[in-house]
Structure formats: C-alpha cells, structure tokens
C-alpha cells in the first residue's frame, strides 16, 4: 500500500477576469495550503478488471462519483497513460476537506494520488506531474506545490510566494455546495447587467502581506472577484460574512467559489471565540480550526 496527502486551500486574493474561448477566465489569485487535508491510499486492485475507489472520513458525501469522473481516479489514469504503466489499483480516500465548498478537495485528491502513483511506478519527475496536474484541474497543481503561491493564467502558472510565519483561520463550511462553474457564470452574468464590479487583478497586497507574516495587514487585502456571485447564489454567506464581523474576525471571505467562509483571526484563542460564536449560525455546518500554509503533496509512510 501506498499512502500519500494533499491540503486544502484558500485564495487569499482572487482576482477573476474574462473568460477565454476554452470557457475558463483569466486569474490572478494567491493560493494558500491550510493544514486540512485529503488523504489517499492505493492497494493492487482486488479485480484488475474493475478498480475500485471508496470515500470515507468526515466529509464523505454520495455527490463523489466513484467511478471514471473521480478526480483521485482521472488522476492514476492520467499518469498511468502518461508513462505507459496502467497498474490497476484500487483508490481509498479519507475526506477531510469538505465537498464542493471552494477548498480545492478534489484538486488535493489528484494531486495525492498522482504523488502515490508515482512512488508506487517509481516515478520521479517532477515536470510530468506539474503538467499532468494541470490537465486534471486550474487547482491541481498548486495541490501538488502546496505553501503559498501566485496562481495566473487558469491559476495553473505558479510561483511561490517566501513567507515564514503562520496563519491562524477559522472555517465555516456550508450545509450547501455550490457549483464551480454556475459560480463562475454567475459573475459573468452579474457583471453584463452592472449587478458586480470588473475585475481586481492586482495580487500585490496580499502577497506583501503574506511576506511580512502580519495578519492584520493579510486582512485587509483579503479579497475574491467571486464572492459576489457566491453570496447572490446563497445569500445565507452574507450572514456567515456579518457574523465573522461581530465577533472582530480580522478579515474574512468567501473561499473560491464557495460555499465555505474563510476567517483570519490572531492565534488559537480568537479562533476559539470566533468558532463558538460561528456554530451557533444555523447557516454554518461545521466549523473547523486551522492555520496555513501547509505543505504540498507527499507520501505518508506509516
Ligand atoms: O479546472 P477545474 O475543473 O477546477 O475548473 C472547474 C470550473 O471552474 C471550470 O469548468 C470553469 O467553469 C471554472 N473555472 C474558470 N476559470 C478558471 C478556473 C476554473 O472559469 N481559471
């Protein structure tokens, strides 16, 4: 068995433009690894003739298809394809990261499993799977990269952002999904009819931020184009948003596309009263405690 893990995210500034003729916009965005993580586990598949993937842990949810469309499983195929090795195994993944809530769980799921794979192919080459990754999705690569980083182009053109210190935040996830797409059309509609402002493409803020390691000054250049879309879709996040307000969160936001809330906070004890004030919020399904950034893909030895 092979074991490997991968991180969830926040963009800590996402800034979304036009949409190129191949349906995706142009991004400039700071990602941010936070020590929530995704892990998964490849076995010698049971019937080689049908591997198998299952999902358990704490966001396991039937919305994960476990057939051809799981990302863990594209990923395995994709790099099995890439090197001409096709071993047939079977994919367990542990969900810490919640579903469709703009966290990049899925994205955490390819990218460990390509990590996995390649050990267990005796891979190493790290260009491969960068370019594997970033046919899989805009976020799988920096799945693979981890820490903090740049994101233009689909947010698939990385560079690495130097920051020593650690953030503390607060996660206030979403009974709802939302969509990534509808999320991203949504903009786009918004913006045609003057319902939203154009686009903020300027990471400098919050990558100074991110080098001074101040969590007061990375609050106020926390910012994500999507939001608006995000909160036109749920309007129940613009309650989640108020709430982090009164209870003096540093800065807040929507994550990616949604639905998860993402707070700054000062250390584990503004964490701590932010999260008994979130769980009470009949709009909030879990609240999770964490901080960042946190590495890239790896494999776990056990
Ligand atoms: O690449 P990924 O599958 O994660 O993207 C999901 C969807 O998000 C895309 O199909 C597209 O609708 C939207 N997207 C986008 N522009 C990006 C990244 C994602 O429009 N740069």
Redesign the pocket.
Known sequence: MIRATAHGKVNAMLG?GE?GDD?????VTVFHALNVRETIALTEADDPANPKVTVAGPYASSSIPCDDRNLARKAVSALAQATDTHVPVDIAIDKNVPVAGGMGG??ADAAAALVAYAAWIGLDDPQLLHDTAAT?????PFALMGGTAIGT????ELATVMSDAQFHWVLATSASELS??N???RLDQMRAEGRAPGPTLDAEAAVAAFVSGDPHQLAEALHNDLEAAACDMLPQLREVLETGREAEALGGLVSG?GPTVAFLVEDDTHALDLAVMLEASTSVRNVVRTSGPASGAHVVED
């Open positions: 979304v949409a349906g995706y916009h142009d991004l899925g994205s899989l999705g805009a976020d799988v182009g689909r947010g698939d990534t797409p999320v991203y059309g596309s």
